[in-house]
Each structure stands twice: as C-alpha cells, then as structure tokens.
C-alpha cells in the first residue's frame, strides 16, 4: 500500500477530491488530504483540516478570515496556507506516509499546489492538474503538469474522465519500481552547449570506471537538491556559469529567472553542507548570455561595447571582464571553502569555454586571470588548485580533471 497526498481547497473543490480519493483507494492505496482553502465551508473534512494548516503556516484560521473580510489582499492568506502544507508535507515525508503527491484547481491552486510540492525530493510523484498550466510556477521542479480542458467544477462526464486519468497517473507513478540494476554511482556534471566537449569526454571515461553521469544545463538546483537527498556520490561542477547570474545581476532579474519569483544568491550549497567531494572548473564564466538577442544591438546597453559573438541564430555571447571575474572568483572561493568535503579547483588557462580559446571571439586570457587570482587569494590553503595551460575542452583538461576525481574517490573509499 502506497500513500498519496491531495492538497486541495475543500471548499470549491470537495466533491472532485471525494472522487478522486475513491478511486485512489479502489486501486488499494491510501489518501491523506489537506485542506488549504480558507473561505467558505468545507464539502468534506481533510484528514488535516485548514484550521491545522493555517496553524502550522504561522496564524489562526480565525486571523485569516477577519484579515480577508477586512479587505486584506489574497496573497497573505495564500502564503501562510502554502507554509503550512509545507511543513505537514514535509512532516509526513519524514514519517513515510508520503509515496505520491496530487493538487488540483486553478491558477491559484496551482500555484499552492506547486509551491506545496517544491523542496521534496526530485523522483517522488508529483502530479499538478491545472485549466491555467500556463500559469503552474513549476519552474524547474520535476512536477508533471495536467492540463483540464474544462474548470473542475462539477463532477460533469468531461471532469469525470479527467480526474479519472489523474488518479491513474498517480496510481502508476507510485507503484512504478526502479530496476535496482540502474543503481550505480552517480556523478553530477554541470555543463553549457560551450563546454559540451570536455563533458562528454570525461562522461566516456567515468563510465569506464563503472560510474552513471548525470548532466545539469546550467540548472544546478536540480543538482542542489539530488545532493541533499544524497542521491548524487560526486559533483563535477565543471561548467560554473550561473554564479555570473548569481554574483552580478540584479535582484529583479534574478526573480525573473526563477519560476517561483524568488531571488537566490546561492549555489550548490547542499553539495558542501552533505560532504560531498567537489571537482570545480570556471567552464562559461568567459560570457554572458542573452537568449533571444539577434546582434550585439539587441543586448543591454552596458555590454555593447565589449567582445561578443553568436551562438546560434537567436543567442548572443558577450565577454566578462577581469573585474566581473574577480568578483566571481572571490564568490566561488567562498562556497568551496564552506564544503565539508574534499574538493578541488582545475583552471584551464587557454580558455573557459569554446567561445573563449585562442583565436575565438571570446578569447582573453587577461580578464581569465582575474578569476584565478581573486579564486587564490580567497581560498583556503587546504583546497588543491590546478592550473592546466589548455582550453576547457582539451584532452589535457580532462586528463586532470578525470586524475584528481581517481585520486578522491580512491581516498573516500578508503576510508
């Protein structure tokens, strides 16, 4: 018997969730819902009731509802319900009575619903039934999005059928089982369309070796979280790209970037905080880059004046300068010098990326310096730093990267 969770507003969706626990039950699982609404009445009691939400989130049920009459905006209420689904979520989590999780509605609810569903474990089921999926903030959490094709109100034969398909998906995706044969070691490899090269290179060598590679796109959240969850043994974080992001923009664009409007100044931190061994290369800090730009006029103002180049048709690549990359450098020595595990630091001198290696548009081994030179001052003298005088992409880089990853794995087996 697995169990799912459904986080829903009992009130405007009761009877849809009624419907749903049954049929999730007939297939001999167990549902534990939770009330999120805070208006109106309940059609049917959740097994946590939205008076133990509103108080798990920080407030009374009775505080919220005055605030609302009172004319308060909607979000207030909205956000101490998320919090306090979190926290019950979590909870059960931590007690194994959470194998699935389902939330249904609208916009509103499938933002509650995603926010809910954000934090847990990348794997566990997530199913999010939307009529808005263009406005479900899943952002890069592995959420699998429905989309009703009428409003679920009413238990019509069109939202009979969809809420029928929903409770198969959930019923599936729980009971499914991983063959154990897949579990080997995994490495976490962060990587750019510029630095695809060495990636695949040292992907050919560590399966030699015995070990999976799992490849992040400039998505290190996604990393982050596999780390906490201690499903990730190693991080080749070759490909450090987003600290430009990170370290240098605005909290306006940050917020932009994330699917959930939230800014976050850190990275990989999970990765220091469970002793995880680290290997970290400044693969893409040579650029920043602007999707959708046709020419270095389409760029912000401040960068037209710099080195650039064209990744594609619809992709403009803009050089850093030494100062940004001594603020980058400064910044990554920081959160490797919180790691609790081993860890190391491969600079290649001929270039950060194949946009920047001799004679490519990017190239320019002065402003490269200056990471190197902030990353060395900042460090702690315990973390190894190698310099290879080689681009990022070169067999020579590899050879080392792929050297000090058998040397850490060998000394974390023997222990």
């Known amino acids: 018997m697995k169990t799912v969770v459904i986080v829903a507003t009992l009130d405007t969706r009761g009877d849809e969730v009624e419907f749903l626990k049954e049929l999730i039950e007939n297939n001999g699982h167990s549902v534990i819902t939770i009330d999120v609404g805070v208006m109106g009445s ?9 008076e133990e939400v509103a108080e798990a989130g920080g407030k009374s049920l009775r505080e919220l509802v005055e605030a609302a009459t009172a004319g308060a905006d909607r979000r207030q209420a909205t956000d101490v319900m998320i919090a306090g689904a979190r926290k019950i979520v979590a909870d059960l989590h931590s007690a194994g009575k959470l194998d699935g999780i389902l939330s249904l509605g609208g916009s509103t609810a499938a933002a509650t619903g995603a926010a809910v569903m954000k934090g847990l474990p990348m794997g566990l089921p997530k ?3 939307s009529t808005f999926i263009s406005l479900a903030p899943v952002g890069d959490e592995d959420i699998t999005v429905m989309q009703s094709p009428v409003d ?10 969809t809420l029928a398909n929903a409770a198969g998906a959930i019923v599936g995706m729980v009971e499914q089982e991983v063959p154990n044969a897949q579990e080997k070691k995994l490495v976490g490899i962060t990587a750019l369309g510029v630095t695809t090269p060495a990636v695949q290179k040292v992907i050919s060598r ?6 999976d ?3 992040f796109h400039a998505t290190s959240e996604k990393l982050d979280r596999m780390a906490k969850d201690r499903v990730i043994d190693v991080i080749l974080d070759l490909t450090t790209f987003e600290t430009i992001l990170k370290v240098l923009y605005p909290a306006e664009v940050l917020s ?3 699917g959930f409007g939230e800014v976050d100044r850190s990275r990989l931190s999970s990765a220091a905080e ?18 959708g730009a046709t020419g270095i006029d389409s760029v912000p103002l401040e960068y037209r004046g710099r080195a650039w180049s064209m990744h594609g048709p619809n992709v403009v690549l803009v050089r850093t300068t030494e100062q940004e990359l001594e603020e980058v450098g400064a910044s990554i020595a920081e959160r490797a010098n919180r790691a609790a595990g081993p860890i190391a630091v491969v600079i290649p001198l001929g270039g950060f990326s194949d946009a920047s290696r001799k004679g490519a548009p990017l190239y320019d081994p002065q402003a490269d310096q200056g990471f190197g030179r902030a990353l060395k001052r900042n460090l702690d003298r315990r973390i190894k730093v190698v310099e290879v005088d080689c681009n990022i992409n070169e067999d020579a880089f590899v050879d080392e990267v792929v050297r000090i990853f058998d040397e850490m794995t060998a000394a974390v087996e023997a222990r």
């Open 274 to 291: 469970k002793a995880i061994p680290q290997i970290i290369a400044p693969g893409g800090l040579d650029m920043h880059i602007f999707p």
């Open 152 to 161: 679920l109100v009413g238990l019509n034969r069109i939202v009979a059928r």
């Open 256 to 258: 932009t970037l994330s």
């Open 127 to 129: 199913l999010l039934i």
């Open 42 to 50: 309940p059609y049917m009691t959740g097994d946590f009731t939205r």
């Open 206 to 211: 560590l399966e030699k070796r015995g070990y």
């Open 213 to 215: 590679s799992i490849v």
